[in-house]
């Protein structure tokens, strides 16, 4: 089954819905305007398709190979393809020019990494925690180590990780225990061990910089005394080339149930040489920059592999016969007729469908906003956009994991039993998508993070500023007869979403485990409103198209999707409200002993 990258959805939505052309005055967006957009995209699809695809299968079933020696063998091809990745100047599309980048924004650095992780998720890992790494030294680290560090993790010269969990502890970064000790000449030496390590020793790149979470010694307990560190795998030497070994080894790889060509690695540090980036005990907040930026990529990555376990289903669907069509025979020809005619199989297919393309608008929008947050020339659209990057970063992950994970099993649900077999990609598709609602902070979290920090931040600022942006929409197209659905269901959730807000204050604050036991409800209702927003928007966008005289099909598929979305799939926003406005009493009422 071949990858097809979604060039066309991509292009509507950076032109059409999002208008980025109107941008061309800020930095990043004149570089990308006109005929440059479309030749990104089609280079950028084509990398995906021919090089990154054919090697996913070979990903799975070979997996990544550790030495005695601590060395990690990626799996055949892997290497060749992150030649081209760097060669093509992928690495770098995102990266400030100031240190080898081209400086575009990072809504379009985000069509790429999605054709990346739809074509082949394992290896799309391994650059997008490279880019994470360059983005946290960026705001962290100081002129020396930006000089040194980010010229080569930009270009892809050098990767990058992130080294946060430890044995005894995954989400609660309090308990760590690896610890840093203070040198004479201004270094550390980082002791302790690290586990599920993505891409923490492999053979694609010169070197690899580790970004540390460490305990100096002395330091406060819990989360107020950690602090981060640079931990590179060879010591730089003058000339800013790979020096000396560095005592950081990969110990072992971990036995995954998916994302078999991604080096998952148990990391020893053995008083590893490291530095200090920026203040002791405030690591968190710089390796913060770092984790928000992944869980937007782990939104991505559920969103770009339910986009390919679409595909897959539906060629399938197109070919297996099985049964004849409730209506009479459309294969009269054959023995039965393609299952694709079979109603709920439709109901599977325009599921996913209408989830992906969503999904895909909600992330690309949200991404906008946090391009705006540092280049937008208005002091409104810079704090709206860093308001929107923080209230709805736990939404993107969790939700569109959610709901990427579950497109991705009603895809393999459409391939019947073929589906569990390894005959077929569905079962690598639901493999690989799983971990996405556990790392970067499982989806819980997630929830909690939503309702415990992001709702009450500045006084609910962002959650007031996003409703009362819905409240425009309608208000502007409430006689629009042609997107009456779309502003009568959008308003209907919206309604629903601040009913919720408002038990989760009035009950939240009385006993906070009714914050707790509503918060994964409330995550989900607000996943289904923000795709609802995006719905409507979208028709408004192809209404807008039709209207013009374009006679692209795209069009009237885009608008059926969307009231597809409001007639199906959101009418599951009234659940949530209700079992979130049960609270926290019958979910707490058993004794522990009970379970």
Known sequence: MT?????????????????ID????LPGFSDAAGEVLDQILESAGQYAAEVLAPLNAVGDKEGCTWSPDHTVKTPTGFAAAYRQLVEGGWMALG???AYGGQGLPHVVNLAFSEMMSGANMAFGMYPGLTHGAYSAIAVGGSDAQKQLYLPKLATGQWCGTMNLTEPHCGTDLGLIRTKATPQPDGTYRISGQKIWISGGEHDMAENIVHLVLARIEGAPAGTRGISLFIVPKFIPDADGHPGERNRVFCAG??????????????????????????????????MFVMMNEARIGVGLQAIAQAEAAYQAAAAFAKERLQMRSLTGPKNPEGPADPIIVHPDVRRMLMDVRAIVEGGRAFLFWTALHGDLSHVSSEEDARRKGADYMALLTPVVKGFLTDRGFKACSDALQVHGGSGFTEHFPASQYVRDTRITMIYEGTNGVQALDLVGRKLA??????????????DAFVAAHEGDKELELFVTRLAEAKGQLQEATLWLMQNGLMNPENAGAASTDY??????????YMWALMAKAALTKIAGGDTDPFYPTKVTLGRYY?????PESGAHLAKLKTGAELMMKLPAEAF
Do not use: S
């Open 566 to 570: 409001m007639e199906r799939i959101l």
């Open 457 to 470: 931040a500045e006084g609910g600022r962002a959650a007031m500023t996003f409703f009362a942006e819905i």
């Open 22 to 25: 109107r941008y061309a005055n």
């Open 3 to 19: 990858y097809t990258p979604p060039i066309r959805d991509q292009a509507f939505l950076l032109r059409d819905l999002l208008e």
């Open 253 to 286: 790889l971990e036995e995954k149930m998916g994302i078999h060509g991604n080096a998952t690695c148990v990391m020893q540090h053995e008083e590893a040489t490291a530095w200090l980036v920026g203040e002791e005990n405030r690591g968190l907040q710089v």
């Open 95 to 97: 990266a400030d020019a």
């Open 523 to 532: 995550l989900q209702l607000f996943g289904l409103t923000a795709l609802a």
